[in-house]
């Protein structure tokens, strides 16, 4: 009787324990079907082992990144095998019949943990999942309640672009971004490489891009474009070093779409070569921020050589489908008063037209030149929505960022488009309504409630034309962001907000239910020691 009343008792005990270290499936972006099966929980310890089918290369890395996720949350590391038979088993595989390549199959029982996607990168989404339900906790054993997971994306490209030019983030930071772009089930990592303030990634044909464009001298402090700090600031990446920033997002199922901005934002690469310039320069790479007047001349034939120059290098280093050449915030005063482009502008038949003046026409045609070279090397271009103005090439994606019209217009010609509206799902603009409480940030307030709330197909749309609706994607520009910690700040937890609107059903997307279920994913931020808007959820750490 006394030993069985101390079974019980050990009993109470042991399943009042149990909650504290029990797996919570409903994370952030939420799976579509969750669904529990039968009792019992799949136990974690010294001996669990990762199976992966042999010879699979992609769910052997899917393996290694699962035995270090669970490492880092449990100080448990399983070991890995390709032998999937037998007991207290986490079984990786990718046999899932499902269209939706990203879809993934969990199921959780006593006995073992099965991960079956569409894809390896399915897989990988369900990798994912698994990791944030696991709570924090310093126990040794580990408990997965039975559970039956069937899970897909909304949209097939969920992506986050990090501003690299106005200022550098090293190797190790960009690391960083992806895995916190890999936490939140995004799968494009856009990758603003240039602008007015600095060039960042080695061109070999064109030395003084990183000797000089990556450089500039000092940086405008705040919002005061009259005070200067003094300090020059700088850096770029090597080719190497680009090539393993695409094998390292590769591994996370992450594309990386690199972005050479033109013709306008290009002030730093005018500093290097000033005869891309319509007046010659010379010019400084840019220490203030905002729109420049100076572009590259559309009417001088090496730039249009330059940009095809620099452009192989970057095919040749990105094998992403797409490249994105910009477009955006081009002023056309420059070519107004060049005679060059003038005569071009007569050459070519540019006139103004009822829709658009002969500067547009102008920026169109160079635009066009540049898409016929891309698509001839078999990729696809993509740009701001500026690339509507003055007529578009045929299989461009726009990046609809100011505002929603640009990627419905889109829409509406057959072009893909992309959401990123200014309003929504710029991450640089503040995160509180006080500002005298933030780090100066760009302009404007964005809400999380606001960024979750986003609904990127417009009911303008017929449902053929929705079809052309990608994805959606948030942009960090980082005038504002002196270091890589700021850029956590204010990517989180915006960033995932954004992922639930790129991969939840909209009829299954409730604000408040979100913020319920943040605090497990602001254990897995805390984990990785990541920055971020604490206030956002009241949470006090
Ligand atoms: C507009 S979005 C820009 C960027 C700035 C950003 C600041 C876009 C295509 N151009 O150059 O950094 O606003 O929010």
Known sequence: IFLGALGLLFATFAQAQAPKTTANYRVVPLPQEISNTSAGAFALNAQTRIAYPKGNAALQKDAELLAQYLFEATKVRPTLTTNAQGRNLIVLSATLKNNNKEAYRLDVSKDRISINGA??????????????AIPQTGAQKLFFPSVTINDQPRFGYRGAMLDVARHFFSFEEVKTFIDILALHNINRFHWHLTDDQGWRIEIKKYPRLTEVSSMRPETMVGHDASKFDGKPHGGFYTQEQARAIVKYAADRHIMVVPEIDMPGHMVAALAAYPELGCTGGPYKVRTTWGVAEDVLCAGNERTLKFAKDVLSEVMNIFPSE?????????????????????ALIKEKGLATDEKHTAEERLQSYFMSDIANFITAHGRKVGGWDEILEGGIAPNATVLSWRGMEGGIEAARLGHDAIMCPVSHLYLDYYQTADRESEPTAFNGFIPIERTYDFNPVSPKLTANEAKHIIGVQANVWTEYMKTFKQVEYMTLPRLAAASEVQWTMPEKKNFDDFANRMPQLLNVYNLNKYNYGRHLFNVNI
Not at 329 to 334: A, V
């Open 119 to 132: 894809s390896a990168a399915g897989t990988f989404y369900g990798i994912q999942t698994l990791r944030k």
């Open 322 to 342: 797409y490249l994105y050449i910009g477009g955006d915030e081009c002023p056309k005063s420059s070519w107004e008063k060049c005679s060059r482009c003038q």
